[in-house]
């Protein structure tokens, strides 16, 4: 992570004022829907992920076919982690879309509680 650029300051304020909790949504190819199903969460944290990376190392496709994309899962969760843990982020809650859908960011249901 050092060798990453910093990060934007009003990004990480951002998520410091949600309480560190971000909202991830996509299909179920998404970075964020692999995560849910190593984790068997649809909130977790970073070290969630991690722990979902070990779990899938040394593993075939055919050993992760519960995954849509098995090829793409190590590949997806040590970026989202990377990520989570550069911008501070505790957590992420996960909401399956058909797509990313810009609807939803106008949509205050998703964004309470």
């Known amino acids: 992570l050092d ?22 949504i996509g299909s179920d190819t998404s970075i964020f829907s692999m ?8 909130e977790f944290t970073a070290e969630e992920v ?6 899938c190392l040394n593993k075939s496709d055919a ?9 793409m899962v190590l590949p997806k969760l040590v970026l989202l982690y990377t990520v989570m843990a550069h911008v501070s982020c505790r957590r992420v809650r996960y909401i399956a879309t058909n797509g990313v859908c810009p ?11």
């Open 3 to 24: 060798a990453l650029a910093a990060p934007p300051d009003a990004l990480v304020a951002a998520i410091a004022r949600a309480g560190g909790m971000i909202v991830g």
């Open 35 to 42: 995560a849910a199903i190593v984790t068997g969460k649809t």
């Open 63 to 71: 050993d992760l076919r519960r995954f849509p994309q098995p090829e």
């Open 50 to 55: 991690w722990a979902g990376v070990l779990a």
């Open 103 to 113: 609807g939803i960011l106008a949509t205050p249901s998703y964004w309470s509680g």
